[in-house]
């Protein structure tokens, strides 16, 4: 039996926050994360969740690039970009249309653009051609 494919549902918006977050209101937020937490909890009910978080700003990230001799590290993002990652859920969905049903849900209720990508396993990764 093989294992139930994990899929990321990786949220993505405004790299510019208020006090709101990226929401146009404090009452709006607070309904954004009601509705979240009620997919969270319905994701554990279901059987679908391993692991979900939200993010600090893209600002407080620190880029580490430790391929050379001494490790650099630069404050702020890798790139400098208007939109990023903010969230995100790492689900078990049995197949790519589930996974996709389900971030129409999630997208619903943080009210953010949703990528669904799935996990590269064992065997997607012998599936690949050789070069």
Known sequence: MSPVPRYLLSVHGPAERTDSGTCPSHEAMLQAFAATGAFNERLQRDGHFVFAGGLES????????????????????YQETRECLGGFWV??????????ALAVEGSKACRGTVEVRPFRTAE???ALPES
């Open 58 to 77: 893209a600002t407080t990230a620190t880029t580490v690039d430790g391929r050379g001799e001494k490790p650099a590290f630069t404050d702020g993002p």
């Open 91 to 100: 689900i078990e969905a049995a197949d790519l249309d589930v996974a996709l």
């Open 124 to 126: 997607s990764v012998r």
